[in-house]
């Protein structure tokens, strides 16, 4: 089905430890973009891209990389976890076309103890 | 970069016609108005986007004066599956959403 894939939907992960959080979308759209979501924040941006290999920092990037070999996949990775990055992460894409809204993922819950 | 202002929340009885209204004063000349609704556990979804005038889809109109410093969503007559989270967005996408700010959005609790 067309449409944009996150993975895992729920993780559990230690403090210190390196976690990968995964987004594929299916339409081909230019643009991807990595949005945290915690309570009294709204959505708050930490990375997008506007093709393939071309990436670039959003509001809070910190302690967090991103990769985009491919134009269909845009994964995250936390290099060092820690407690503050508990939070709901959402993958979302657009066409490159001027006016084109977001689609969104259903977002990964990621605990970190 | 527009700054967007709503209300935090909002109850409606089903059935009621419901506007949310968004301030957005210092919004550019290439910025869209766009608003998402959101459910618990899922991510935003687009539900209407505009420039200018009135935008009517089969879920929302979306009514924007000719200065543009505002905008109203409009959802008729609501039921409660329309209980949800409500966010304008003021920017120019997809480029220039990095610099776009979420906020909090519009809680809506639609009551039986």
């Known amino acids: 089905d067309a449409g944009i894939t996150q993975s895992p939907r729920y993780k559990i992960t230690e403090t210190g430890r390196q976690v990968t959080l995964m987004c594929h979308q299916t339409?081909?759209?230019?643009?991807m973009f990595w949005y945290r979501q915690d309570l009294g924040h709204g959505l708050r941006l930490i990375y997008y891209?506007?093709?393939?290999?071309?990436?670039d920092k959003g509001e809070v990037p910190d302690g967090y990389v991103v990769s985009r070999s491919k134009t269909e996949n845009f994964p995250l990775t936390l290099e060092s976890a820690t407690r503050s990055q508990t939070s709901v992460y959402f993958c979302?894409?657009?066409?490159?076309?001027?006016?084109?809204?977001?689609?969104f993922g259903n977002g990964t819950r990621l605990t970190v103890t | 970069l527009a700054k967007t202002t709503q209300p935090i929340s909002m109850d409606s009885y089903e059935g009621q016609e419901v506007n949310i209204t968004c301030s957005h004063n210092n919004i550019a000349t290439n910025d869209y108005i766009t608003w998402y609704q959101q459910f618990p556990s899922q991510g935003p979804r687009f539900i209407i986007q505009g420039y200018k005038t009135k935008v009517t889809n089969e879920v929302a109109s979306l009514f924007i004066p000719a200065d543009r410093k505002s905008s109203t969503l409009s959802l008729p007559r609501v039921s409660l599956s329309d209980t949800a989270v409500y966010y304008c967005?003021?920017?120019?996408?997809?480029?220039?959403?990095?610099?776009?700010?979420f906020g909090t959005g519009t809680k809506l609790q639609v009551i039986p």
């Open positions: 967005l003021v920017g120019d996408p997809p480029g220039g959403y990095q610099k776009v700010t």
């Open positions: 979302a894409s657009s066409e490159r076309t001027g006016g084109s809204p977001l689609h």
């Open positions: 339409w081909s759209h230019s643009y």
């Open positions: 891209s506007a093709a393939a290999d071309i990436t």
